[in-house]
C-alpha cells in the first residue's frame, strides 16, 4: 500500500485517467465486490471477471482510475477495519488477524506497523490512554485513511 507521500508522488507524476462510463462502472462493480469480500482470498483473476476484463488489464485500468492496485485497495479497507476493531472490541490481536483473512500473525502485524507506524497492541493501548473510557467510541473519532491525507497535506 502507498503511503501518502508515495501516492502524491504517484499522482502527481501519472495522473489519473478517465476512461468511458462502461469501463468505469466493470471496474467500479469489481471494487465493490474487493470491498464486500475483503476477509477471503480473491484472486486478481477472480476480481478481473467482475470487471469482463483481463487479469493484467483489470490491475492497470483499476490503478489508472483509482489510484492504487486491487492488493493495495484491500490492504488499506483490512488496515481500516483492523483499527476500528482494535479500538471497539476486546478481542485479540491474533483473533483480529484471521478474522481479516491474514494468513499469519507475524504478516499482519508487520504491515499494520509499516503503515501506522505502531505494531497492534501498541496502537491499541496508545488510544485506550488518550481516549481513555471512550475508546469504544473510536468509530466517532475515526478518519478513514482516504480522508487523511488531505488533511496531512495542508
Known amino acids: 500500500m502507498r503511503s501518502a507521500s508515495r501516492r502524491a508522488e504517484f499522482s502527481s507524476r501519472r495522473s489519473l485517467q478517465l476512461c468511458d462510463a462502461v469501463t468505469f462502472a466493470r471496474l467500479s462493480r469489481a471494487r465493490d465486490y474487493l470491498g464486500a469480500c475483503y476477509r477471503d482470498r480473491i484472486t486478481l483473476k477472480q476480481a478481473a471477471s467482475h470487471a469482463c476484463l483481463s487479469p493484467f488489464h ?15 485497495f484491500i490492504t488499506r479497507v483490512r488496515m481500516e477495519e483492523a483499527k476500528r476493531l482494535l479500538l471497539a472490541e476486546n478481542h485479540s490481536v491474533t483473533d483480529i488477524c484471521f478474522d481479516l483473512g491474514y494468513g499469519s500473525l507475524g504478516s499482519f502485524s508487520v504491515k499494520f506497523r509499516s503503515l501506522t507506524g505502531l505494531s497492534p497492541a501498541e496502537f491499541r493501548r496508545q488510544a485506550r490512554v488518550s481516549f481513555g473510557g471512550f475508546a469504544s467510541l473510536w468509530p466517532l473519532y475515526y478518519i478513514p485513511t482516504c480522508y487523511q491525507h488531505f488533511f496531512l497535506r495542508s
Open 58 to 72: 483489470f490491475d492497470r485500468l483499476f490503478a489508472q482510475t483509482f489510484g492504487e492496485t486491487p492488493h493495495e
